[in-house]
C-alpha cells in the first residue's frame, strides 16, 4: 500500500513538471503514503514486541522474508516524499533506508548459497531483495544528488534484474506460479520501470537516448503482456498484495513522463497520458478494494508458515 500510493503520487509529481497540472494531486497521495507507512510500520514494531515467533518465521521463510526488504524501501520513498519540506528529514531518512536496504539485500544475497530452495519458492518476490529495492535505492540516491553512489548502487540491482530475471522466467515457464501467488507478477514488472526512470535521472540528459527508448519498449511491452493476463491474474481473490500492480504502472508512467518533457509527439504524448491515467485509476480501483477488505475486516493476511524446514 505505502510503495504504491507514494509511487503514483511521485508519478503526478513528475506529471507536475512535464504538464504543469496542480501539485496538490500528487501532494496528497504522497500524504497517505507517509500515513500507511506510519501505521504499517507500528504494526511490524508490535510484532516483533509481542509476537517474536511468528516475526521469526517470516525472516526465515524463503519467500516471505523478501518482503522485509519493502521497510527500507519504503523508507526510501518516505525521503522522496518530505523532500518539499525538509532537505534535514530527507537526507536522514535516505542514508537510513539506503544503508538497511544495502545490507538486508546482501544478507539475503548470501543465503542464497548456504540454504536450500525448491522449485516452488523462486517467485518474483525475489525481486524485491537485491533488485527491485535496490533500484529504488538508486533512483532516490540520484534524485537528491548522490550520483556516483547512485549509480554503483544502480549496477547492482541492474546485473541482479538480468541474472534473476532468467531464473524466475524459467521457473514460470515451467513450473508456473500458484493462485495464491499470481499478485507477485505486480513485482515481476518493476525492475525494468525502474532501470527506465533511475537511469534517466542518473543520466540527467539521457531522456531521448537509444537506451531509454529500449528500456522504455519493454516496460510497456510488460505492461501489457500482464494486461493480457488479467484472466489468468484474476483467479486469485483481491489481496493486499494487489498493491503491487500500482507500483509498477506507476513507475511506467514515471519514465515515459520524464521522456514527454523533450519527446512531444503526438502519440507518444497520447500514450504517456493513458499509461499515467492507467496507474491513476488502479490505485483507484485497489484502494477501493482495500477499504472493502477492512470494513469485512479481512485486509490482514494470517501469518506465514515456513514451506521448508531451512537448513
Not at 521463510?61 to 528529514?89: N, T
Amino acid at each position: 500500500m505505502t510503495l504504491g500510493l507514494a509511487e503514483t503520487g511521485n508519478a503526478l509529481r513528475f506529471a507536475r513538471d512535464t504538464w504543469s497540472i496542480p501539485a496538490m494531486y500528487g501532494e496528497v497521495l504522497e500524504l497517505l503514503a507517509l500515513l500507511s507507512f506510519l501505521w504499517w510500520g507500528l504494526l511490524l514494531v508490535n510484532k516483533w514486541i509481542t509476537n517474536r515467533s511468528a516475526a521469526l518465521t517470516e525472516l526465515r521463510d524463503p519467500v516471505q522474508a523478501s518482503f522485509l526488504a519493502l521497510v527500507p524501501e519504503s523508507i526510501l520513498l518516505m525521503a522522496i516524499a518530505v523532500d518539499p519540506y525538509s532537505s534535514v528529514v530527507t537526507t536522514v531518512l535516505f542514508w537510513i533506508g539506503s544503508i538497511s536496504n544495502l545490507a538486508y539485500a546482501l544478507y539475503r544475497f548470501a543465503h542464497m548459497w548456504m540454504s536450500q530452495r525448491t522449485p516452488d519458492q523462486t517467485t518474483p518476490s525475489l525481486f524485491l531483495t537485491y533488485t527491485a529495492s535496490v533500484l529504488v535505492n538508486a533512483l532516490v540516491a540520484g534524485l537528491l544528488g548522490y550520483r556516483e553512489y547512485g549509480w554503483m548502487i544502480f549496477g547492482v540491482g541492474t546485473i541482479s534484474w538480468l541474472i534473476l530475471d532468467s531464473v524466475l522466467l524459467q521457473q514460470l515457464m515451467t513450473g508456473g506460479l500458484a493462485e495464491r501467488t499470481r499478485n507477485f507478477m505486480g513485482i515481476y514488472m518493476a525492475p525494468g520501470a525502474i532501470v527506465l526512470v533511475a537511469y534517466q535521472v542518473l543520466s540527467d540528459s539521457a531522456s531521448q537516448s537509444m537506451i531509454t527508448y529500449a528500456l522504455a519498449g519493454y516496460s510497456l511491452f510488460l505492461t501489457l503482456s500482464l494486461a493480457i493476463s488479467l484472466g489468468w491474474l484474476r483467479k486469485q481473490p483481491f489481496a493486499a498484495g494487489y498493491w503491487a500492480y500500482t507500483f509498477g504502472v506507476a513507475t511506467v508512467a514515471q519514465g515515459l513522463l520524464i521522456m514527454a518533457r523533450e519527446q512531444h509527439a503526438f502519440i507518444f504524448q497520447t500514450v504517456t497520458a493513458v499509461v499515467l491515467a492507467a496507474s491513476l485509476l488502479l490505485t483507484l480501483l485497489v484502494a477501493i478494494a482495500s477499504i472493502r477488505l477492512f470494513a469485512l475486516r479481512r485486509y490482514y493476511p494470517p501469518a506465514a508458515v515456513p514451506s521448508v524446514p531451512q537448513k
